[in-house]
């Protein structure tokens, strides 16, 4: 029996005034209107010896869940990937990713 190969992708996105990236085999639109779910999140295989405190502390966050909803608004980029890398945390200083504004000023006619 042949086994399929499963897409990966690296999802990131806006959180706390953090950017993260996850990889994930499953990202699609959410049934929840403005909403994208994201599941089978990849956590990297590491030795005992050297952690990493970026990926172990995602993991902690997300290691236990089976699905994650992350709003449009907050999502950066999608990208489909051959294969996974390092879930990390970046910091939004110093980054040209500009986040869109949360909520518009309508002015009001007088």
């Known amino acids: ?5 499963k897409s ?3 999802i990131q996105f806006h959180n706390n005034n953090k950017i993260y990236e996850l990889y994930a085999h499953q990202v699609s639109q959410s049934q929840m209107a403005g909403f994208i779910e994201i ?3 990849i ?4 030795s005992r010896l050297l952690i990493d405190p970026a990926e ?3 993991k902690h966050e997300f290691g236990n869940v089976k699905h994650t909803y992350i709003p449009h608004f907050a999502v950066i980029r ?3 990937v051959d294969r996974s890398g390092k879930n990390r ?5 110093g980054s040209t990713v500009t986040s869109f504004p949360g909520q ?4 009001q006619n007088t």
């Open 78 to 80: 999608i990208d489909e």
């Open 89 to 93: 945390i970046l910091d939004n200083d």
């Open 1 to 5: 029996m042949t086994k399929t190969k």
């Open 8 to 10: 990966t992708f690296r």
């Open 39 to 41: 599941g089978e999140i």
């Open 56 to 58: 172990e502390k995602l």
């Open 104 to 107: 518009a000023t309508i002015p």
């Open 43 to 46: 956590f990297g295989e590491h």
